[in-house]
């Protein structure tokens, strides 16, 4: 049990730890690795979630998942970077130092407000619980905080991530409709974010929002 444990904190840190670094460097190919990483983390705690309820439909659709998050979105965000030369992003709205103080901030706020009410969750590691929901309020502040339209892309397919996780450790049931249904709709916004993603760059020459608002000033 101890060891299950070990290993399901392993994987959740594999989930946290990108979120954190996506807010940190400085190209846009290693942000698409870090959200490969965290991918591949979150396919496995749905695998292992899934071992004693295990069915075809619910094997296709974890199937499904893991070729959407593992392959697909990798492979579109690597495609967009490779088509308009995006190997280095912008950078983001604050300098790291106060970068790091706002994650620091998120974490203690995060602990003091909700680790008593995760405490309730008697099926549950409170720990684990505060940590997703860590990662979901750490993935907003990417949205705010960096200033490319890739990495904003990846902060919500990582928010997303992060509510997985939360539903996994809250025991949430993990149901083969409804995760047919995120993939879908995660599939379809890939598709339309790169589409719309390339029409900008099209437009201004640039996806570093800040030079677009320059632009139409």
Not at 66 to 92: D, E, G, N, Y
Not at 130 to 158: D, Y
Not at 160 to 174: D, K, P, R, S
Not at 179 to 204: P, T
Request: with cysteine; aromatic share 12%; proline share 2%.
């Amino acid at each position: 049990m101890g060891s299950t444990s070990q290993f399901l904190f392993i994987l959740e840190a594999l989930v946290f730890l990108p979120i954190v670094l996506i807010h940190l460097t400085k190209k846009n190919t290693n942000a698409v690795w870090l959200y490969l990483i965290q991918s591949a983390a979150v396919s496995s705690l749905l695998l292992i979630s899934s071992f004693d309820k295990i069915s075809f439909l619910l094997l296709v659709s974890l199937g499904s998942t893991i070729l959407v998050k593992i392959f697909v979105a990798p492979w579109f965000f690597f495609r967009l970077i490779k088509r308009h030369h995006l190997k280095f992003s912008a950078s983001t709205q604050l300098n790291t130092p106060i970068t790091l103080f706002v994650i620091a901030a998120i974490l203690y706020l995060n602990q003091t407000v909700l680790s008593g009410a995760f405490a309730t969750f008697s099926s549950s590691d409170p720990n684990l619980l505060l940590i997703s929901s860590a990662g979901i309020f750490i993935s907003l502040f990417i949205l705010i905080n960096r200033r490319g339209v890739l990495s904003q892309m990846l902060g919500i397919l990582s928010l997303e991530n992060c509510i997985v996780t939360f539903a996994i450790f809250a025991g949430l049931e993990q149901n083969p409709g409804l995760q047919f249904g995120i993939i879908f709709d995660i599939l379809i916004w890939i598709i339309i974010a790169n589409v719309f993603a390339s029409m900008i760059y099209n437009h201004f020459g640039s996806l570093d929002v800040t030079e677009m608002k320059k632009l139409t000033e």
